[in-house]
């Protein structure tokens, strides 16, 4: 078994060319189901395809105000204040209400907008966001996560299986290793304190070796498959329906919250949803 310690796999260590080509499979995904799949529910409550998509591209184009436009992206902070559990919905909502091809359209110009900016950005600035400032490196990984998340939906919700599909893969050790650095965040949006215990995780990739973070030899741990994890740091499934393994009051205390979005806790979803 190999193991790689706090590092990626060869095929996705560029997180540009994993986020494109997760991007280019959920469209993939989309324009292969058609129209008369646009409407059709996903596992999110409320949520359908369109939504999804229209969720993506609200956040893309929100991504590269919060690059090129300090101040504007101000203002975007500022309406989300004012409607803290509310305001995402109605974002994408507006943007859903414009139907399937101009969703599409924005949806493309966005995310293709946001890579530019991405990869022009200066490595060390730090960008603006709804949670803490991020460096280029750090929006690019939220990026990958948040696509990933909400095309694992749009995948659920048109019968496609993630746990072959290479971009989605792809994305796995980059969505793992922001679930891990998310640790304390997770605790601080659910007005807990963070524990000051160190933590061990290793998760098993498709190809048998082992991801790992945190501190070897630590009495917490958790371990299991990393398709798991990485869909519940998510929250796209109940800890109960995964094979992780949680060693430590901790470190179980820690996967009954986590969360690697930012924004407040969410609901997650119910035990057996995605069993």
């Known amino acids: 078994m190999r193991m790689q310690k706090d590092t990626q796999t060869p095929a996705s260590e560029d997180p540009h060319a994993a986020l494109a080509a997760l991007n280019a499979r959920v469209d993939e995904l989309v324009e292969a189901a058609g129209p008369e799949r646009w409407t059709t529910d996903t596992p999110a409550e409320g949520w359908d395809v369109g939504m999804q998509i229209a969720h993506l591209a609200w956040t893309d184009e929100v991504s590269v105000t919060a690059i090129n436009d300090a101040d504007a992206f101000q203002a975007v902070v500022e309406s989300a204040m004012a409607d803290p559990t509310g305001f995402v919905d109605v974002g994408a909502?507006?943007?859903?209400?414009?139907?399937?091809?101009?969703?599409?359209?924005?949806?493309?110009?966005?995310?293709?907008?946001?890579?530019?900016?991405?990869?022009?950005a200066d490595p060390g600035d730090q960008i603006p966001w709804f949670g803490p400032p991020m460096r280029p490196k750090s929006m690019t990984t939220a990026r990958i996560m948040e696509t990933w998340a909400h095309g694992v939906d749009v995948a659920d919700a048109l019968g496609v299986a993630v746990?072959?599909?290479?971009?989605?893969?792809?994305?796995?050790?980059?969505?793992?290793?922001l679930g891990f650095k998310t640790r304390a965040f997770a605790y601080m949006m659910n007005g807990l304190e963070a524990p000051a215990s160190e933590i061990h995780v290793a998760l098993t990739q498709a190809d048998g070796s082992v991801l790992e973070f945190g501190t070897a030899g630590a009495e917490q741990t958790v371990t299991g498959p990393i398709l798991d994890f990485c869909l519940l740091v998510t929250q796209r499934v109940h800890l109960d329906d995964t094979a992780l393994v949680a060693v430590g009051e901790d470190a179980l205390g820690w996967l009954r919250i986590a969360q690697a979005f930012a924004g407040l806790p969410g609901g997650g979803r119910e035990k057996g949803a995605r069993a």
């Open 93 to 120: 909502a507006e943007i859903a209400a414009t139907g399937r091809d101009e969703v599409l359209a924005r949806w493309r110009l966005a995310r293709g907008e946001l890579a530019d900016a991405l990869k022009a």
């Open 163 to 177: 746990d072959t599909d290479p971009a989605f893969l792809g994305a796995l050790p980059h969505v793992a290793r």
